[in-house]
């Protein structure tokens, strides 16, 4: 037998695929993993169709095709009042988990420190690491009675910055924590970033879901910042189609330059039907702007059947996940609780421990977990009836 010396020894299966396998085995209703259960707009489904029945069907330009690219373009101007070269600042990816991966491995080289904010999607950690990278986690502050959502702690960035950061990973609207950035928070980003040389990467996979009139505030709405920032971002959540892996990253020419080298050897370009058939879709720019409304009346629908039960709704300011405190129902751990809730209760979540560099670590358990409400309203409510006995 060839014994492989792993690269990435302690890594396994996503939660996601765990808790989405558990959910089909016991037959439970899947509030884990982040997908929505219904279609997407029939007009996107259409626009898609016809590209593939006409074309284009060959490779695509390895940047992304232009009609796409002039989308992207748009859309970062009209809601960051960012301007990106449509030629050679903006790059279609598979998906943001790509363009993720691609500014990681193009950016950090061994040795290089790299800021993930904790807790944290769980990818940004294991990529840093092939990279040859060495990850400072900066802890956010837990929900609180005052504040009813977890806070990002700029202090904590602070103590993890020095000369050697190569890059501070962002991901706002937070994953799983639903905060958003604020304009405080992007003053302090500047402060920071006029003492040290590093990086940023934005993970915006979640950016037109925001709610209560909050505006998206990204790195690149502030000059400074997009000077040093990759904005990645998907249309997977935007258009409710997580399964066809179309993103994009939007960087300086400089840093876009390096980023390509990565993408156009791990995959060369993006399935052009796809994408042919978003951009055509996305010249009607009216379809982002329901977005936000769309899913607040899911997330209310979801706080208000869960009022008497024992789990309490924290604050979602944006995604479209629901963090809930589970106190009430015992002192467990997230994770076990999580698995017996599916077993049990018929309902799968994610436990947000998992987003910790140390799952295990009481200060990586608040009693929280995570519920996906991207679900039709049936979905919801067969859920909320079932969370409402615990
Ligand atoms: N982004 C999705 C979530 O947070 C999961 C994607 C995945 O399964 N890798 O639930």
Same mark, same amino acid.
């Given at each position: 037998?060839?014994?492989?010396?792993?690269? &990435?020894?302690?890594?396994?299966?996503?939660?996601?695929? *765990?808790?989405?396998?558990?959910?089909?085995? +016991?037959?439970?209703?899947?509030?884990?993993?982040?997908?929505?259960?219904?279609?997407? /707009?029939?007009?996107?489904?259409?626009?898609?169709?016809?590209?593939?029945?006409?074309?284009?069907?060959?490779?695509?330009?390895?940047?992304?095709?232009? +009609?796409?690219?002039?989308?992207?373009?748009?859309? =970062?101007?009209?809601?960051?009042?960012?301007?990106? /070269? +449509?030629?050679? *600042?903006?790059?279609?990816?598979?998906?943001? +988990?790509?363009?993720?991966?691609?500014?990681? @491995?193009?950016? =950090?080289?061994?040795?290089?420190?790299?800021?993930?904010?904790?807790?944290?999607?769980?990818?940004?950690?294991?990529?840093?690491?092939?990279?040859?990278?060495?990850?400072?986690? $900066?802890?956010?502050?837990?929900?609180?009675?005052?504040?009813?959502?977890?806070?990002?702690?700029?202090?904590?960035? $602070?103590?993890?910055?020095?000369?050697?950061?190569?890059? %501070?990973? %962002?991901? !706002?609207?937070?994953?799983?924590?639903?905060?958003?950035?604020?304009? *405080?928070?992007?003053?302090?980003?500047?402060?920071?970033?006029?003492?040290?040389?590093?990086? #940023? &990467?934005?993970?915006?996979?979640?950016?037109?879901?925001?709610?209560?009139?909050?505006?998206? &505030?990204?790195?690149?709405?502030?000059?400074?910042?997009?000077?040093?920032?990759? @904005?990645?971002?998907?249309?997977?959540?935007?258009?409710?189609?997580?399964?066809?892996?179309?993103?994009?990253?939007?960087?300086?020419?400089?840093?876009?330059?390096?980023?390509?080298?990565?993408?156009?050897?791990?995959?060369?370009? =993006?399935?052009?039907?796809?994408?042919?058939?978003?951009?055509?879709?996305?010249?009607?720019?009216? =379809?982002?702007?329901?977005?936000?409304? !769309?899913?607040?009346?899911?997330?209310?629908?979801?706080?208000?059947? #869960?009022?008497?039960?024992?789990?309490?709704? @924290? @604050?979602?300011?944006?995604?479209?996940?629901? &963090?809930? /405190?589970?106190?009430?129902?015992?002192?467990?751990?997230?994770?076990?609780?999580?698995?017996?809730?599916?077993?049990?209760?018929?309902?799968?979540?994610?436990?947000?421990?998992? !987003?910790?560099?140390?799952?295990?670590?009481?200060?990586?358990?608040?009693?929280?977990?995570?519920?996906?409400?991207?679900?039709?309203?049936?979905?919801? /409510?067969?859920?909320?009836?079932?969370? $409402?006995?615990?």
């Amino acid at each position: 037998m060839i014994k492989i010396d792993s690269k &990435l020894p302690l890594v396994g299966d996503t939660i996601f695929s *765990e808790m989405s396998q558990l959910a089909r085995a +016991t037959e439970a209703i899947n509030l884990g993993q982040g997908f929505p259960d219904f279609q997407p /707009d029939s007009d996107l489904l259409e626009a898609v169709c016809n590209a593939i029945r006409h074309g284009p069907n060959q490779y695509a330009p390895m940047e992304g095709i232009q +009609t796409l690219r002039e989308v992207i373009h748009n859309k =970062v101007l009209a809601h960051q009042q960012c301007e990106y /070269d +449509t030629n050679t *600042e903006i790059t279609v990816t598979s998906g943001a +988990t790509e363009a993720v991966t691609a500014t990681i @491995l193009a950016l =950090v080289r061994p040795g290089d420190e790299v800021i993930v904010i904790d807790p944290a999607y769980d990818m940004y950690a294991p990529v840093v690491q092939l990279a040859g990278g060495i990850v400072r986690r $900066a802890a956010m502050l837990p929900p609180s009675e005052e504040h009813l959502g977890f806070t990002l702690d700029w202090n904590a960035v $602070a103590t993890e910055l020095n000369p050697s950061t190569r890059l %501070l990973i %962002l991901n !706002f609207p937070h994953n799983p924590g639903g905060g958003v950035l604020t304009t *405080e928070d992007l003053d302090a980003l500047e402060d920071l970033a006029q003492k040290y040389p590093f990086l #940023l &990467l934005s993970d915006e996979a979640y950016e037109h879901i925001v709610f209560d009139n909050r505006p998206y &505030l990204s790195p690149v709405n502030r000059p400074s910042l997009a000077a040093r920032c990759v @904005l990645i971002s998907s249309f997977a959540k935007t258009l409710h189609a997580t399964g066809w892996k179309v993103g994009y990253c939007c960087a300086p020419v400089e840093i876009s330059r390096e980023i390509r080298k990565v993408h156009q050897f791990a995959v060369y370009s =993006v399935n052009t039907a796809v994408q042919a058939g978003i951009a055509a879709y996305l010249q009607d720019s009216s =379809v982002i702007a329901q977005l936000s409304a !769309f899913y607040q009346r899911k997330r209310d629908r979801l706080i208000a059947g #869960l009022q008497g039960s024992k789990l309490r709704p @924290l @604050l979602c300011e944006g995604t479209f996940f629901l &963090l809930v /405190d589970t106190i009430a129902v015992g002192n467990i751990s997230e994770k076990a609780l999580a698995i017996r809730l599916t077993k049990e209760a018929g309902v799968a979540s994610i436990p947000v421990s998992a !987003f910790y560099q140390n799952p295990n670590a009481s200060q990586a358990n608040h009693h929280l977990l995570r519920l996906c409400f991207a679900k039709q309203d049936s979905t919801l /409510d067969f859920a909320i009836e079932r969370l $409402a006995r615990i």
